[in-house]
Structures are given as C-alpha cells and as structure tokens.
C-alpha cells in the first residue's frame, strides 16, 4: 500500500529531523535554529490526496512521541507541541491545496508566491500563537509569551522554505533541467562551486569574520544561487538554497561564520533573516524563469499542431488531385505489364531488350508513385522540427511535384527559373514545403477566378543577401486588392470556404526559420509571394537575413 510505505517514510524522516532539530539547538539556547519535522509533515500533506492526511498526520506521532520524550521534554508538552506542529502542518497544506486546486508547482510564479504566503508566511505565524500558548500554560518555556512567538517563527517559516520546495520537485519528477548528461555536469559544477564558497563563508572565516573583514566574500555563494536559479530550475535553486542553510546552521551551531558573534538569540535571527532574504528571491526566480520556459515551450508547441492542422487540411484540399497524380504511374505500370504478358503469351523467343525495357519502365513508374507516397506521409506526419541545410531547388521541384495533378487540372504553365549552385538554405524540409505548397495553391486558386486569361507560374529561386535564399512565387492572376499586409492577417480571407489561416502560419513558420515572408504586387498585375531563407555556412552555422 502506497500510503503507508509514505507513511513510514514520513514517520522515519519526522524522527530525524527532530533529533536535528535538537542538534542544531546552540549551546546555552533553549530553541532550534531550524524545526525542520512540520516542514516534512507539510510537504507530505501538500503530495498526498486530501483523504489519506489522517493516515500521515497519526503516522507522526510515535516519531515525535520518540524524540521529545528522549530528549526529555514532558508528556504535556510533547503532545502540545504535537497540535502546534500538526496544525501549522494542516493550516499551510489546506490553504495551499484550497488555492492552487492541487499540489503547488515551483515552475509557475503564482504557485510559488502562494506557497510562500501561506505555508511560509501564515501558517508558522499563525501556528506559534497556538504553540507559545500551549507552551506558557504549561510553563515549560522562558521568556514569556511574545518571545516564544517571536522565537519560533523564523525558525519554522525558514525551515518551510528550504525543505517543501526541496521535496516537491524532487518528488514531482524532478529534473534539474532538460536535455543532454552535460547538464548534469552543469549542475555539479553549480552545487559543487557553492558548496565550497559556502564552506568558506560559514565554515572556514574566523568567527564574526564574513561580514566585518571581508564582506565581499560574505556574498561568495550568491553567484552559484543565481546560476542555479537560471540554469538548473526550481529543483536545482531549492537544492541549493539547502546546501546554503546546511553549511550557515553547521558553521553557526559550531560557533564558525558570520553568525556567532552576538547572544544565541541576536545570532539566530540575523541567519534566519540572510538565510530567507537569499533563498526566497532565487525560488521566485527560478519559477519564473521556469514559468517563462514553459510558456515558450506550450506555445511552441502549440505553433506546431496548427502548422500541422493547416498542412493536413491544405493536402486534404489536394487529394483528389493527387489521386489522379499517382493513378498515372499506377496505369503505366498496369498497361507496361499488359504488354509484357501479351508478348510473353504470344509465344515464340522473347525481345530481352524489350523486356528489359518494360520492366524499367515499370520500376520507374513504381518509383514515381512511391516517392509522391512518402513525400505525403512525411506531410501529414506530425513531427518535430528538425533544422537541416537544403538544397531550396529540391525543395521546390519536391513541391510542384505534389502540386503537380493540381496545376495540370487548372491548366496552369509553371515556369521554373532555378538559380543554378545556390547556396542551402537552413531549414525544416516538410515545413518549407507547407509554405512552398500553400503559395502555390493560393496562386492557382487565384487564376482560377474570371479575371485570370493566361494562367502562368513563375517560380524563381536566387541567391537573397548575406549568402541565403531567395524563393519567389509569381501568378498571373487579378493580384489583390487589400494591403499585401492584410492577407497575413490570421483569418482574413475572401474565399467562400476559406480559413485565413494558410499565409499567417506560413508568415509564423518562415520568422521561426529567422527568415522573411512578404507580398507585393497590384490589382490587374498578378500576385508575387517571397520568401527570404537564412543560408547556411559551410559549418553549418546560419547567418541571419535582415
Ligand atoms: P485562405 O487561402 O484560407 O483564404 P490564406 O491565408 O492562404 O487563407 O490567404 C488569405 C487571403 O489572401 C486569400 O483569401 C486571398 O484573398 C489572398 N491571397 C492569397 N494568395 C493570393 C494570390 N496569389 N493572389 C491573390 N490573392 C491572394
């Protein structure tokens, strides 16, 4: 049962962050530099779904039954401190899960400004006045009332924020960031390198050192911090906001660091307050950054799946055409084996020649029909980008290939002007063909209507500036009529069944290749369409087109 293996795991891990706790109690100090238990009984709460709390909240109390009574703490006490954790615990978990619908994510902003408000904020706060009441009506603890509020919540709110954002991302699949083992490398650098600046500063500097005699040393660890917000995450910045507290809380319970100078109570909450004025800027800058990535990423993707609608409904307008264009092969090879059956029946010696010759033929024929076969399905496929460099005069001969039922049926004449040794263009194939495709089936349309006599298609390509590309794509048809702007317009269009969509994705497409898709031309003169192409250097790396 999964739950009670959380259970178990929870109750093992309360223990020992109780006996730290009472570890990291300074000599002479009556209360923990950092209560870590409720931030783990929290974090538990905030993963599990609302109906299996009870099971974690009784799986506590043996572990804290445990370690209290060992360290000598009464049974009143004991329990009451177990209500004041339990319900900072239940206060932070229900007003985080009631706002955000589900655990918090540390990628997105708002998430990450509710955990902070509430389970950082307002439950410790709230909670200590539960907890400083119990503990005065009990008289186990000094200084009055206000002190144990004052002294308990740092404490608690501190360790909230290291140890929550720690457990969730790591437990929400965390990967301290996409892609290739070398970010891995990255982040041990990271951690590694703040690792041993924070050793420096809390561990190593003579007492009271770090702020008085260097203090430029004093922010050493910042610069990992931030690389680690930038670079590695939400899961790599709680990592190393609790590499940073570990070593401030061992160098300050071993009287080493910036924080031993002053009374236990003046040195505690001048770490406290470093410790969360560092850590809480880099969780909200990991989240946001993360939240940016993420938001880039939809939209990317989003961009793809229309690109990919708009391509498939584009060669669905196209099928019957391409029907036609693969019926041809498709007879050629029934009438060529026709005739190699007839000569083959008629008896007597057979023309290896010819039969040579047919079977070529047919090979051809075949080869035609399966080349126009995957060039569809590479279409229809909805795939990821993937940037190559390409000869743009295959790319276009691909196109009117496709097209090729389409403008014989309309009877257009395309006119092929092809720049011979053009430099290759950097780009996605299929992409470039989406957008190829669409401008050459908005101009056949185009010449379609009454105003078109001479139905020719001029496709150019040509050597564009700073070594790239060039593709035009010029119709004889009436031109049109609205700004060439407008026509990139999503949705604008003046077809009867029309979408609108085809020249505002193809614009989208051609900007994501760097390149540059423009209109010119007017009423009466026809319509030209051109595609700037970034072009790609020997090694392959693009040069951008202005
Ligand atoms: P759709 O083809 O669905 O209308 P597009 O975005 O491809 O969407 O085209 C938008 C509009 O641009 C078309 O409706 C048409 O009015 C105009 N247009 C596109 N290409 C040409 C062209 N070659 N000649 C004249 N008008 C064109």
């Keep these: 049962m999964p739950v009670f293996r959380a259970a178990l795991a929870l109750s093992g891990s309360y223990y020992l962050a109780a006996k730290l706790g009472f570890a990291l109690t300074p000599p002479g100090s009556p209360f923990s530099m950092v209560w870590l238990p409720n931030a783990l009984l929290l974090a538990a709460l905030l993963l599990a779904p609302l109906r299996q709390w009870w099971v974690l909240i009784a799986a506590v109390l043996p572990a804290h039954l445990a370690a209290e009574l060992q360290s000598g703490v009464p049974m009143p006490m004991t329990l009451g401190w177990y209500l ?157 906001n609790l590499l940073l507290a570990a070593a401030a809380l061992w160098g300050a319970v071993h009287g080493l660091g910036p924080f031993v100078s002053g009374s236990p109570e003046d040195n505690a909450r001048d770490m406290h307050l470093f410790l969360i004025a560092v850590t809480v800027p880099m969780l909200l800058l990991a989240a946001l950054l993360a939240e940016r990535r993420r938001v880039e990423l939809e939209t990317r993707l989003q961009r793809q799946q229309l690109a990919h609608l708009s391509r498939v409904s584009l060669l669905g307008g196209l099928s019957g055409a391409i029907a036609h264009e693969l019926n041809q092969p498709l007879t050629a090879i029934l009438s060529n084996t026709q005739a190699a059956q007839y000569k083959l029946a008629a008896g007597g010696e057979v023309d290896r020649g010819e039969l040579g010759e047919i079977l070529r033929d047919i090979a051809a024929a075949d080869r035609r029909a399966s080349e126009v076969i995957s060039r569809l399905r590479a279409l229809f496929k909805n795939s990821d980008s993937q940037q190559q460099d390409l000869d743009v005069n295959d790319v276009v001969r691909e196109v009117l290939d496709l097209a090729h039922g389409d403008l014989t049926t309309r009877h257009v004449t395309v006119v092929q002007l092809a720049e011979e040794q053009l430099p290759k263009a950097r780009g996605d194939r299929i992409q470039l063909q989406q957008v190829l495709l669409n401008l050459v089936v908005n101009a056949c349309e185009a010449m379609s209507t009454d105003g ?95």
Aim: hydrophobic share 45%; net charge positive; with cysteine.
């Design 84 to 240: 004041g954790n339990c319900s900072e615990a239940l206060m932070g978990a229900g007003a985080i899960r009631l706002v955000c619908g589900r655990p918090p994510r540390f990628n997105a902003f708002r998430d990450a400004g509710v955990f902070l408000f509430f389970g950082v904020l307002l439950a410790p706060v709230l909670s200590s006045f539960i907890d400083a009441a119990l503990t005065t009506l009990l008289h186990w603890g000094e200084g009055g009332y206000w002190t144990l509020v004052r002294r308990r919540i740092p404490s608690n709110a501190l360790a909230t924020l290291l140890v929550v954002p720690f457990v969730l991302t790591w437990a929400q699949g965390a990967r301290l960031s996409p892609g290739a083992p070398r970010r891995y490398l990255e982040a041990g650098i990271v951690l590694g390198g703040l690792a041993a600046a924070s050793l420096v500063v809390f561990n190593w500097l003579e007492p009271g050192a770090g702020a008085r005699q260097a203090p430029a040393l004093f922010y050493a660890p910042l610069p990992f911090l931030l690389w680690a917000a930038v670079r590695l995450g939400p899961t790599g910045v709680s990592t190393a």
């Design 452 to 546: 078109a006599h001479e139905r020719v298609l001029k496709v150019e390509t040509r050597r564009g500036a700073h070594d790239g590309v060039q593709i035009s794509i010029i119709d004889s048809g009436p031109g049109f009529g609205a700004s060439a702007e407008t026509l990139f317009e999503p949705f604008y269009t003046t077809k009867p069944h029309g979408l609108g969509l085809g020249l505002s994705i193809s614009r989208s497409i051609i900007s994501a290749h760097g390149g540059r898709l423009w209109g010119s031309g007017a009423p009466g003169r026809g319509a030209a369409f051109h595609v700037d192409l970034v072009g790609a250097l020997p090694g392959g790396h693009p040069t951008l087109v202005q």
